[in-house]
């Protein structure tokens, strides 16, 4: 196991610059996972620690060591990528043992070490067996199996489940979260889906146009976003934004209605509102602004109600046994501790 930490790490190509002075620092056996849409770097972040890529400027360190002119055998890391790649014609244990290529472990600690993957794996049944033999999730299984075997200091993972079904995809998340649970490796881990990072990381650093928004546990993120990306971002179904102007005890919303805060940001000054639907619904707490129900999405124990306010739709949780009527007026509340604002301008927390 190792920390690793990226310093003022910029990437540059033709003239484009993708990641813009990252600095990050990730301690020994954390599971740490960026997140952000496409386009925002966290794959480019993953190939430079991988040594896949050499980066224009700034510094990679695993284990206190600067790394950023080795070659990625000399690295000390396991990837794990968006595809299987394992080799069809192998085996699940010449798959797995693949990994033992150049090691001077003897053949005995090979095997050794192999049948310790496999029973950590769960595939002691499975080692001679073909991949056209398994499952998704089982040929995922060896890919991961693959870079264990190497006992690396650092693993690296690339979207590893979004060839997956979403059956598949939950059953993984768990397993590789047992699966750092046991072993304890520093481990990085690549998404576009916030559900996976929200389920599996210790942190998440969330980006955007290669640069970082935020770095946090995934509560903190979820209740305590740093701007509205993070805010929009995170979450499903995304925060409520709504326009409003400050005033000395609260804001005051387009509609009119004014909500009361523990600080105003100012008269006059530009906000915007945000609420989760989880802490917005009907009739349960400060009232904040009323509307018509114009589409019901029932979940079962809770309705997602579609909300027009004033022109501007609004999602917000109501009980899953007796919704309101689409069409039906309705008051939204929420507790003064549940809002956000934001600055109007620059899209920061206030």
């Known amino acids: ?3 690793l930490a990226l310093r003022k790490l ?12 990252i600095d990050l620092e990730i301690g020994d056996g954390e599971f740490v996972v960026l997140v952000g849409p496409s386009g925002c770097g966290k794959s480019t972040t993953l190939r430079l620690i991988a040594g896949l890529e050499e980066a224009t400027s700034g510094d990679i360190e695993i284990g206190g060591r600067v790394v950023n002119h080795l070659e990625p055998k000399e690295r000390d890391i396991a990837m794990v990528f968006q595809n299987y790649a394992i080799y069809p014609h192998m085996t699940v ?3 797995i043992g693949f990994g033992l290529r150049s090691s001077t472990l003897s053949r005995p600690e090979k095997d050794a070490r192999i049948e310790e993957v496999a029973k950590i794996l769960d595939m002691q049944d499975l080692l001679a067996r073909k991949p056209s033999q398994l499952s998704g999730g089982q040929r995922q299984r060896v890919a991961i199996g693959r ?10 993972f690339d979207e590893p489940l979004s060839n997956l079904d979403a059956q598949l995809r939950t059953q993984m998340r768990l397993e590789i979260k ?23 990381a210790d942190r998440i650093v969330i980006m955007k146009d290669g640069v970082i928004q935020q770095v946090g546990t995934p509560a903190e993120v979820y209740h305590a976003p740093a701007n509205t990306f993070v805010a929009t971002f995170i979450g499903a179904p995304s925060m409520n934004m709504l326009p ?3 005033t000395d005890e609260g804001i005051r919303l387009a509609s009119g209605q004014e909500v009361a805060l523990e600080r105003g940001p100012g008269a006059g000054r530009g906000v915007t509102l945000g609420v989760r639907p989880d802490d917005l619904h009907e009739g349960k707490g400060v009232p904040i602004l009323g509307g018509t129900v114009a589409v019901r999405e029932p979940l079962g124990p809770e309705t997602l109600i579609y909300v027009d306010v ?3 739709e609004v999602i917000a949780k109501a009980d899953g046994r007796v919704p309101p ?4 007026r309705v008051e939204l509340c929420a507790r003064p501790e549940d809002l956000h604002v934001f600055d109007a301008t620059t899209g920061e927390a206030i």
Do not use: C, W
């Open 178 to 200: 047992k699966l750092h649970q046991r072993v304890g490796t520093t481990i990085v881990f690549v998404t576009h889906d916030q559900v996976e990072a929200m389920t599996m």
């Open 325 to 328: 009527e689409v069409g039906a």
């Open 93 to 95: 244990r010449r798959n």
């Open 147 to 156: 870079a264990m075997v190497r006992d690396p200091a650092v693993f690296l």
């Open 1 to 3: 196991m190792a920390n």
């Open 310 to 312: 004033d022109g501007s």
């Open 10 to 21: 910029v990437q540059t190509y033709d003239k484009v610059t993708v990641l813009h002075g």
């Open 244 to 246: 409003a102007v400050g």
